[in-house]
């Protein structure tokens, strides 16, 4: 049985690096194509061993840098990866365990040597792209400032001072709920005893300022959702209205975008997400579960890349945050629980 899995596992690696060495940079489909690949056989793979599992992110790694023309040395990045790919092979063909994982160890750090080379000689520009940005971030909702405090780190005084002005903005002129306006207001409070020195900056300040402005967006929702509706239109009204809203949404995708295979990316991804629900609920009763942690965030890691691949930026970011969150909870800075647990379930 084993044997004839490492030989299914052999045989997809194969195809995948047949088809990796021959790729063109202006080729998008091809390369979306061997990257839904990939995506799908490291998370086939992140069950055998650490190092295949980390080989094959860098290689994916690669391919999106290759997608996005960032690297000065494209075909160099395919070549490594490729050694990369043909030392997994090895691995699961070979006796000598051991030696084929010290093999994999080493053509992986030679594709991260090549893929540094390129991130260092951009590394400064992007910086300052990314401060630039995080300057400029619009805070028009509790769910942007919850966002945000995700990313913020004890010491970040800027970051807790731009959470507290958006509050402040928040909650003098959008109609919050009685009990919504109160949660805000002490998440400003304890903002304003932070940045006054008032009070110890920790992990546990910011997730009690997590839990509060969750409990706002909760409390908000829970408001909307009791609201009398307006009488509802009729069939035809929705079917017209729904032309022009779905010729507006389709904007949002690339220009060449494969029908095809954004069609097979939305059936995988809701079968990741309807996984990643289950795993939630079972962690609002045991928060500490690694293993439905490790589910969710394999999730939004998966939909994160194969979205970036398919060019449909708006999902990749949100992903991408969502990742940044189960990270921060698998490595336990924070618990899955709260508000915390709510932004990972609203994602």
């Given amino acids: 049985m084993k044997e004839n899995m490492n030989n299914e596992i052999v045989d997809k690696i194969g195809n995948i690096r047949a088809k990796l060495v021959n790729l063109q940079p202006d080729d998008k489909d091809s390369i979306i ?34 997608y996005e023309q960032t690297v000065s040395a494209p075909q160099l990045v395919l070549q490594s990866a490729s050694e990369v790919l043909a030392a997994i092979e090895r691995y699961f063909t070979s006796e000598d365990s051991a030696n084929a994982e010290e093999e994999i160890k080493q053509a992986t750090s030679r594709l991260a040597d090549v893929l540094q080379q ?88 910011l997730t009690e300022i997590g839990n509060l402005i969750g409990a706002a967006m909760e409390d908000e929702e829970m408001t909307y959702m009791s609201e009398p509706s307006v009488s509802e239109p009729s069939h035809a009204e929705i079917n ?6 779905q010729l507006e949404n389709t904007q949002s995708l690339p220009a060449d975008a494969d029908v095809d295979l954004i069609r097979d990316f939305v059936t995988e ?13 079972a962690l609002e009763t045991d928060p500490e579960n690694a293993d439905a ?55």
């Avoid at 056989?41 to 999106?64: H, N």
């Avoid at 017209?240 to 809203?245: C, K, L």
Wanted: proline share 1%; aromatic share 4%.
């Fill in 33 to 66: 194509e061997v990257g839904a690949a990939l995506e799908q056989a490291e998370s086939e793979l992140s069950e055998t061993t650490a190092v295949v599992g980390e080989a094959v992110r860098l290689c994916l790694e690669a391919l999106q840098a290759f």
């Fill in 118 to 205: 390129d991130t260092s000689q951009n590394s400064a520009s992007e910086l300052e792209q990314d401060t630039s940005e995080s300057q400029t971030w619009t805070l028009t909702t509790l769910d942007d400032v919850a966002a945000l405090l995700l990313q913020a780190e004890p010491g970040d005084v800027d970051k807790l001072a731009q959470i507290r002005d958006a509050l402040n903005q928040i909650a003098s002129t959008q109609p919050l709920s009685t009990s919504s306006a109160d949660l805000v207001a002490k998440a400003i409070s304890k903002l304003e005893e932070a940045l006054n020195g008032d009070t110890d900056v920790n992990d546990e300040l």
């Fill in 240 to 245: 017209n209205q729904d032309a022009s809203e």
């Fill in 269 to 281: 991804s809701s079968e990741y997400i309807q996984k990643a629900e289950a795993a939630l609920l």
């Fill in 293 to 347: 942690i490790n589910t969710v965030f394999r999730a939004f890691h998966t939909i994160k890349g194969t979205s970036a691949f398919l060019g449909l930026a708006f999902i990749s970011e949100l992903a991408h945050r969502a990742e940044s969150l189960l990270s921060r909870i698998r490595d336990g800075e924070i618990r899955c629980a709260g508000g915390y647990a709510d932004l990972a379930l609203r994602s």
